[in-house]
């Protein structure tokens, strides 16, 4: 199959740092704070990967958007395996206003770069906990999505993704092209090996502006504050379920 | 000439040295992998496989997979053709999820494939080298002995030509890996009349007739790698199994240990940054006098002290795999790294323990097994007393007329 894969990666915040609030709640603090790949994105590189094992689809591109530091994720996808990488430069205040709609602007504009017939991306990134960029995605291109994927499996020129849903499962057939979103239970990514990080310096890193793609990265959001989570206060114990009921309606929730 | 020789060999080090400050992509990729290894596989059951004296072999396994069991091994024979700063990184990462783990992956690296790679034939390679490199199968290094620890040259086995096999008798001590391993490298003496000279080195497969292990020793640290005697009687190997000359054996020891120091100072850095984690982390979480004790200078010193051994020991575990990598002597560095980080370590470790308090002292935080972990870094692989007279004779050279 001459399938071509496109497979977003996203730099985030270390899931082990302890996030804190800059001081002027403008956002957290992110200098000298430790980064890795999104842990969904890895899930996503870990199932492109496994499908060119496979021999089911030829080719799998990492894509980041970000500034000079997105090329350390696109080579740990590199070293589990993706082929080459694509870096679309964004940085500054364009890189503070990145949200889910320029990303998905971006990733679409690339698919019909690169005639790609699957695009895999973590269904949410763990800082924004968003969970939009892969139904935008679809949105623009107009192709099928199959979110909260725990199960992808090609059919000829369909894909079948079990997802993950409040009820249960649910089994949906898409005809690529398609946008997939991956959930935890996926896979579980590989680590990279010493012969892959070796590998992976020899494979392509190539910078894109998003000018050169047509996208404009206008947001129509702001942030207009950021701030901690209220300081867990302590519970109280009741006796009975009389007492609850009272207690509830004295502190006004009920 | 001598001090021409050693300027050069700094001037070329400290050169490479400007990536003391980053390192380069491809080795910050590898310890952030190590990294991630520790923490997932290892740190989580390190607690398990001390308390139970279990081999880790599933994580040896993974290990291979990752390369990390061979990393300067080249890869047409199975390895991952890294430098010795990554193997470097590599153990310390390890070790600092576990430090048993970090003692077989230094162990298989440095004292069994790295002699053979140095010094044994193309076939020998062949042979001996990539079922080890997998994490299938793992090496030992016999050298000490009830008799002789320190003073290696006073080996008591022996091995005498028998037509076309060698015969080897005697018994070696404190062999690590051996209950576990499937090969070993032996040393025995095939000329006593020559004492240092007439020492030789064999290559023995495990399990093997005329060899036997003795009881698993039951240590106070590193419980999941196994120590026991090895015990040959009569036991009868090709006599192609000479590794090196005939005589070479003292010397292939000695510059096998040299590269050896270098991974048990990263084991000993692996122990030491994990018993600084948890006693930094717990300063923050632990309140007395209505506050963090982080906010006690006494604290801070302490911790400031730990650091302070940690970074240096690493810099100059660092410096001596970036002179081994640039093909410069080494000898001194590795001894003082290895002394360094074996003493920053068990420092590190034992203060820990003092600001944890209680806590530290029972088996409900890891740092009382980074305190049983880290006593052996100084005894091992040449002693803390070995590794002064090393440096104090390397120092003397540098002096003389």
Redesign the interface.
Same mark, same amino acid.
């Given at each position: 199959m001459s399938a071509r894969v496109l497979v977003g990666v996203k730099r985030v915040i270390d899931y082990?740092v302890k996030i804190r609030v800059k001081p002027d709640n403008t956002g957290v603090v992110t200098d000298g704070v430790k980064h890795?790949m999104n842990p969904f994105c890895e899930i996503a590189v870990e199932e492109a990967v496994k499908l060119k094992e496979k021999k089911l689809i030829k080719e799998v591109v990492a894509v980041s958007c970000g500034p000079q530091q997105a090329q350390?994720t696109i080579? #740990?996808a590199l070293?589990m395996g993706a082929d080459r990488g694509i870096h679309v430069e964004v940085s500054g205040k364009d890189y503070d206003n990145l949200g889910p709609l320029q990303v998905s602007k971006i990733l679409a504009a690339l698919a019909k770069k690169e005639e790609t017939s699957l695009i895999i991306l973590g269904k949410q990134a763990i800082d924004d906990d968003c969970n939009q960029t892969g139904q935008m995605t679809a949105a623009l291109l107009d192709w099928p999505q199959g979110t909260f994927a725990s199960e992808v499996v090609l059919e000829g020129d369909k894909v079948k993704v079990i997802r993950e849903i409040d009820g249960g499962l649910e089994t949906v057939r898409l005809k690529m092209p398609a946008v997939i979103t991956a959930d935890l239970r996926l896979n579980t990514p590989r680590?990279? #090996?010493?012969?892959n990080?070796?590998k992976?310096?020899k494979k392509k890193i190539d910078v894109v502006k998003p000018g050169e793609l047509g996208v404009d990265l206008t947001s129509h959001l702001e942030v207009l504050r950021v701030d901690e989570p209220p300081q867990r206060q302590a519970g109280m114990k009741v006796e009975t379920v009389e007492e609850l009921i009272s207690r509830l309606k004295e502190a006004g929730r009920m | 000439r001598s001090r021409a020789a050693v300027c050069g060999a700094v001037r070329r080090g400290s050169r490479r040295l400007s990536h003391v400050a980053q390192l380069p *992509?491809?080795h910050r990729?590898?310890r952030?992998?190590c990294r991630?290894?520790a923490?997932r596989e290892l740190a989580p059951v390190a607690s398990q496989l001390d308390k139970e004296h279990t081999y880790p072999g599933r994580q040896v396994r993974?290990l291979g997979?990752?390369?990390?069991m061979a990393?300067e091994v080249p *890869?047409s024979l199975g390895g =991952?053709?890294?430098d010795y700063l =990554?193997y470097g990184l590599a153990v310390e990462e390890i070790s600092r999820g576990c430090a048993s783990t970090g003692v077989i992956v230094s162990v298989n690296n440095s004292l069994y494939l790295g002699p053979l790679l140095k010094f044994g034939s193309e076939e020998q390679k062949k042979q001996w080298i990539p079922p080890f490199t997998t994490g299938e199968k793992v090496g030992c290094f016999a050298l000490s002995e009830p008799g002789n620890g320190s003073d290696a040259g006073a080996a008591s086995t022996t091995a005498q030509l028998d037509g076309d096999e060698w015969v080897l008798n005697g018994t070696k001590a404190w062999i690590t890996n051996s209950w576990d391993a499937s090969a070993t490298i032996i040393f025995a003496t095939t000329d006593k009349a020559v004492k240092h000279q007439g020492i030789s080195a064999f290559l023995v497969p495990m399990p093997h007739p005329g060899l036997s292990l003795g009881k698993k020793e039951d240590k106070l640290g590193i419980r999941a790698s196994s120590t026991a005697n090895i015990i040959l009687e009569d036991c009868r190997v090709p006599k192609e199994n000479l590794l090196g000359g005939l005589g070479m054996g003292f010397k292939i020891a000695m510059q096998t240990l040299d590269s050896g120091r270098i991974g048990i100072a990263s084991q000993a850095l692996g122990i030491g940054q994990a018993a600084l984690d948890c006693a930094a982390d717990y300063a923050h979480k632990r309140t007395a006098f209505g506050a963090p004790i982080a906010k006690l200078q006494a604290i801070q010193f302490k911790l400031a002290d730990m650091a302070v051994a940690l970074e240096s020991a690493r810099l100059l575990t660092w410096k001596a795999a970036l002179l081994r990598d640039a093909k410069q002597p080494f000898t001194k560095e590795a001894a003082m790294a290895k002394l360094a980080a074996s003493e920053a370590a068990t420092f590190i470790s034992h203060q820990a323990i003092q600001v944890l308090g209680g806590m530290g002292y029972v088996t409900d935080m890891p740092a009382e097994r980074h305190y049983r972990d880290a006593r052996i870094t100084e005894i091992y692989e040449g002693t803390s007393e070995i590794q002064r007279l090393v440096i104090g004779t390397q120092v003397l050279k540098e002096y003389q007329g």
């Open positions: 082990a890795s350390e080579r #740990t070293a680590y990279a #090996t010493l012969p990080i070796m992976a310096k | *992509e491809v990729m590898l952030q992998t991630d290894f923490e993974e997979k990752l390369g990390i990393v *890869e =991952a053709g890294l =990554a």
